[in-house]
C-alpha cells in the first residue's frame, strides 16, 4: 500500500467518524437550525468518507493488480 491510499483511508475514516458524530449529537433535543446543520454536514462528511475510501481501496487495488 503507498504513502497516498494509506492517506487516503485515514482521510475517509476522519470524516466519517466526525459526520457519524454530528450524527449522533441529535439523539438529544436541539433547535431547529443545529438539526438541520448537524443533519446536513452529517450526511455529507459520511457520505464523503464513504466515496473517498471506495476510491482509496480501488487505488490500493489497482496498485497491486498484476
Known amino acids: ?4 491510499t494509506a492517506i487516503m483511508f485515514v482521510v475517509a475514516a476522519v470524516l466519517t467518524l466526525i459526520g457519524v458524530g454530528l ?6 433535543p436541539s433547535g431547529p437550525a443545529k438539526v438541520y446543520v448537524f443533519r446536513m454536514a452529517g450526511i ?10 471506495f476510491s482509496a481501496w480501488a487505488t490500493w487495488d489497482w496498485s497491486v493488480a498484476p
Open 1 to 4: 500500500m503507498t504513502l497516498g
Open 23 to 28: 450524527l449522533l449529537s441529535l439523539i438529544r
Open 44 to 53: 455529507m462528511l459520511v457520505s464523503g468518507g464513504v466515496v473517498l475510501a
